[in-house]
C-alpha cells in the first residue's frame, strides 16, 4: 500500500528546519545533568519493559544515563550510545557511585553505529527522547535490526517537547503553532509504513526540575526552546516568580506534559 503522506519525509523537514547547526551536548550535559537528576521517569518504564537478569540492553542516545544506570541493576549488561563525552562522564560517574560496572560506552552518533561491528545484536533496544536524526526510518530500521527480543521507544506526546505555562507563552507573544513538533504519532505512522505496529501507551508525566541558580534554570528553558536574545529577560522574570527554593540551596519547578511509549516485540512479526 502507497501512503498518502510520507510522514519520514516530514520528519527530515521539521528536523532541517529546527535543528539548525546542531545541540553542542558537551556544553549543555552540566545543566541537562543537574536539572533531570531528580527524575522519576526510570522507575516507571523499567517495569513495563518486561526485562530479565541476563538480558543485554542497548540505550541509544543515552546521555548523562538517567535511564542506563538503573537499567543495569536490572540486567546483564547495558551498551550506551552516546557521543557527546561531556554526556557520557556523567553517566560513567553515575555507574561508578552505584557501583556498576556491567556497561560499555559506545561514543557514536546512533547514525553512524553499524550493527555486527560496532554493536552486537542486544535482547533489548531503549531509546528515551533521542530520534534527533534526519531519516526518521532509517534509524528506527537500525534500532529494530539491533534487538533481539524488543525495541522501547519513549518520545513526546502533544504539541511540544518542552511545555511551557500558558502564561508564560502569553508573555513571550506566542501564537497557537510557534513552537511546533512532530509528536509520537509520526513515529507511529513511520513503524506502521516499515509495517511494524508497535503497542502504544500514552500518560501525563509530572517532574520536578531543579537548577543551582536561576541563571542556570533561565540557560536551560532558553537553550531548549531556542529563545531569541531579546526574550530571555522575559524568561527571567517569569522564572524568578515560579522557582521555589530547596532545602539544600538549590532553586525547583514542576513541569508536566505527555509522554509516549512504543514498544514491540520482535517475535510477533516472525511468527
Given amino acids: 500500500m502507497i501512503p498518502f503522506v510520507n510522514y519520514n519525509e516530514l520528519w527530515s523537514l521539521l528536523h532541517q528546519k529546527k535543528r539548525g547547526p546542531g545541540v553542542d551536548w558537551d556544553k549543555r550535559a552540566p545543566s541537562f545533568f543537574r536539572a533531570v537528576s531528580n527524575s522519576n521517569e526510570a522507575d516507571e518504564i523499567i517495569p513495563a519493559m518486561d526485562l530479565l537478569p541476563g538480558d543485554t540492553v542497548i540505550d541509544m542516545g543515552a546521555g548523562t544515563g538517567r535511564f542506563a544506570i538503573p537499567l543495569a541493576k536490572h540486567v546483564s549488561h547495558v551498551t550506551a ?111 506502521h509504513d516499515m509495517g511494524i505496529y508497535a503497542n502504544i501507551r500514552v500518560d501525563p508525566i509530572k517532574s520536578m526540575h531543579t537548577y543551582d541558580s536561576l541563571d542556570e534554570a533561565v540557560t536551560w528553558w532558553a537553550e531548549r526552546r531556542d529563545i531569541e536574545p531579546e526574550k530571555i529577560p522575559v524568561i527571567r522574570d517569569y522564572l524568578k516568580e515560579k522557582l521555589s527554593p530547596l532545602d539544600n540551596g538549590r532553586l525547583s519547578m514542576p513541569r508536566k506534559g505527555w509522554m509516549a511509549h512504543l514498544w514491540w516485540e520482535k517475535r510477533n512479526f516472525e511468527q
Fill in 81 to 191: 550510545i552516546e557521543p557527546s563525552s561531556g554526556m557520557a562522564s556523567y553517566l560513567k560517574q553515575g555507574m561508578a557511585k552505584a557501583g556498576l560496572s556491567n556497561y560499555s560506552v559506545v561514543s557514536k552518533r546512533w547514525e553512524d553505529v553499524e550493527v555486527g561491528k560496532d554493536i552486537q545484536v542486544h535482547d533489548i533496544v531503549f531509546a528515551s527522547n533521542s530520534l534527533g536524526f534526519p531519516n526518521l526510518a532509517d534509524g528506527l530500521k537500525k534500532l529494530d535490526a539491533a534487538a533481539k527480543r524488543a525495541v522501547h521507544i519513549l518520545w513526546f506526546a502533544g504539541p511540544d517537547r518542552h511545555p511551557m505555562d500558558e502564561e508564560l507563552k502569553i508573555r513571550l507573544g506566542y501564537k497557537p503553532g510557534d513552537s511546533f513538533g512532530f509528536d509520537y504519532i509520526v513515529i507511529a505512522h513511520v513503524l
